[in-house]
């Protein structure tokens, strides 16, 4: 249904379920001057949902948080509040209500009497919300003076509220009235105005939203990092399970490796290589991540972030002192920058490192030798007979 052409008569902002409209005696004029023939009309009434441009850039950007709360962009992260924004926010949710067409016949063309009369009078129209029963016209009774519906309830009349209606009253107007007097606006023109006026209201939010941007990156920046530590996590993890693992019998006499032993530390060895190969990766992607923040473009992971991330590297590359093991000082991963230039093309070499770090870290810690007692006891090695 096309309404761009349609006149506006009446519009509120203020309607409540159950109450009547604030308005009467609005005065419509047909598009030309009646000369007999039988009289067309359609009556449209429309619950408008129109949304400011500030409003809607606000309410994407607290879309676009409630995304990252809990969610990393690019790393498996889950846009479905983002879509559900974006079709929550499209700038027309008009729902109709009410839309009724008829014609009124001024008696010379239908022989069958059952046409619309068009003469002087009020014209009652209702809306039915079940649609497959009559509309109980004998049940009411209009007031001629207000033109509203009533209905009896235990002997007193009440206001009808149980559907939408409206009363249209025909009225012959003297020769000479001023056409000006029944201007409308078309529903277009009106539209126009109506965001016009929305925007002008709500342009205070323009700046709410460039701080909710700044939130959005803080949040999206702090996903980023938690990722990044948990992936480190992972990676240490399995680098000193894989190098606990023994590889070699510390006294071949006594005990041999088992074959799955030596399985099990290739496997870890793997897994960690994998995974210290990937961290690479992650890092990178994160670091390449960008973000429009009030129109400027602006990397998402921040740098205090990427400082964070490199601490986090350091304490593991250097975690013990000993005068058999030389510290590894922080200071060879100053920066993102020089980590992303040392190892983003060459992470099978970084993944390497880790094994090797994690194997220097084993042996400074490990105290004592282990013996092929407690290895048969771990289930790890078998007695030489």
Known sequence: MDVSTAKVIYFSEDVEEEQDLNFNNIVLQAPEVYGGNPVGVQLIVLELDRTSGPATALLETLARLGEASNAVPNFGADNTLLQLGATLLSNSHDDTIFEYRFVLDPGTANVDGEATPFEEGRYVLGRNERRRTEFRWEDLRLDHNTGKLYEWIGGQPQAFIGETYMTLSVVKHPPGTTASYYA???FSTFQQELETALDARDAPLSEVTGRVEGIIRRTQSGALGASLA????AVVTRARLAVSIPESSPD????????????????????AFQRAMQFVSDFAEARGQKIQIEGETSDLFEVRRQSDTMTLLGSYFAPFSSSTV???PRETLLTSEEFMTKFEDKSDEFAANVLSEAEREFTASSGSPVTCDQLIERGLAAPVT
């Open 252 to 271: 071949p006499t006594k005990c041999s490796i088992l074959p799955t032993t030596i399985e099990s530390r290739e496997v870890t060895q793997f897994q």
């Open 326 to 328: 030389p510290i590894i």
């Open 184 to 186: 409308m606006r078309d």
């Open 230 to 233: 948990r992936d480190w996590e």
